[in-house]
């Protein structure tokens, strides 16, 4: 089902509406955080539809604390004093075309809802190191702690120890304070979800990243949220990603990446050059040619590296390195 936005100002359709319809439950004022009685908060209306639309949610009293702690100013300013972004695309690019499989984006991922914890030996900066020494383009670091155990503090202390591969940060935005977050963090990529975000929102989030130096990857679920991000202002310094799972009942399935790829819209993609990331499910050397021969240039991994317990050897066995 599809609904309007709830965002003010905006009239595209999103599927993951921004805050219940009569407020939002939790809120944080100072060190406090309080509950506000809803008109009815056990209304169907005021309970998430999905585990994406919970996340969205718990993101707004988050990012309230967030910013009682430290003012958007401050985390601007850390944001432009951060060292130079490092080109996420281009990693990927170049590693596609030294390699001849897709580009290699490998997540730091040591739970999700899906699947609870994936890893329970997880040591962010070792799977990083070994993701890279395996011969990965770029990894992905999952940001939020309540639902997938990451955190902002994993990005810093990957990009501290000297990892060079680029870094997305995988965290649910909705709001420019978490982009520069991001920056001030180490990042040099973030992720931008259509179904999240309608076009409004899309556009300023993809400026506000450009103006400290990060690219976005832009992710995708349906034909219908592909054409509307080709049709945004501008794509500059954007990849894309076909998400292979649904977030409604979580399967995966590798085919909505093809069908996807198959559509006018998919076929715009290849023709306009952009890099799409085939992301999700994908857990065998067969997946990744499936993907690669829809059109694909780069693929997203998480759980099938992570859950291993060497995961260098997981990326060289993935892309037959
Ligand atoms: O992974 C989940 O269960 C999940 C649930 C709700 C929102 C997002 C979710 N995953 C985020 C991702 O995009 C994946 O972590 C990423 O594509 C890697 O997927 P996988 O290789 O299947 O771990």
Redesign the pocket.
């Known amino acids: 089902m599809r609904v309007s936005a709830t965002a003010a100002g905006t009239s595209e359709e999103v599927t993951i509406r921004r805050r219940p319809p009569h407020g939002i439950e939790a809120q944080a004022c100072g060190p406090v955080d309080f509950k506000v009685a809803l008109q009815d908060d056990r209304a169907e209306e005021n309970q998430p539809r999905n585990?994406?639309e919970e996340?969205v949610w718990h993101k707004a009293a988050e990012i309230d604390r967030w910013r009682d702690r430290q003012p958007l100013g401050l985390v601007l300013t850390k944001a432009k004093l951060a060292p130079a972004a490092r080109d996420f695309i281009g990693a990927i690019k170049a590693a596609s075309e030294r390699t001849g499989k897709p580009g290699l984006i490998a997540?730091v991922?040591k739970a999700?809802?899906?699947?609870g914890v994936i890893q329970p030996n997880f040591d962010a900066v070792k799977i990083a190191q070994a993701y890279e020494a395996g011969g990965a383009a770029c990894l992905s670091v999952?940001t939020d702690s309540k639902?997938f155990q990451g955190s902002f503090e994993n990005l810093t202390l990957i990009r501290q120890a000297g990892v060079q591969c680029p870094l997305l940060c995988?965290e649910f935005i909705v709001e420019a304070y978490q982009v520069f977050k991001a920056r001030a963090s180490g990042a040099d990529a973030i992720l931008l979800i259509a179904a999240v975000l309608p076009n409004s929102d899309m556009n300023y989030l993809i400026k506000a990243a450009a103006s400290v130096g990060l690219q976005c990857l832009i992710e995708v679920h349906t034909v219908a949220e592909l054409e509307r991000m080709l049709a945004l202002n501008s794509l500059e310094g954007c990849m894309l990603g076909i998400?292979n799972?649904d977030?409604q009942t979580?399967k995966?399935d590798l085919a909505n990446t093809q069908e996807i790829m198959e559509s006018a819209a998919g076929r715009e993609v290849t023709a306009r050059g952009i890099v799409m990331a085939g992301?999700?499910?994908?857990f065998t050397p067969a997946d990744v040619a499936v993907v690669q021969s829809a059109g694909c240039g780069a693929i997203?991994?998480?759980?099938?590296l992570v859950k291993q317990g060497d995961p260098e050897a997981a990326v060289k066995a993935l892309l037959e390195l």
Do not use: A, D, T
């Not at 999700?112 to 699947?115: D, N």
């Not at 992301?279 to 994908?282: L, P």
């Open positions: 585990i994406l996340i997540e991922k999700s809802p899906s699947k999952l639902f995988k998400n799972r977030l979580f995966v992301e999700s499910g994908i997203l991994v998480g759980e099938s």
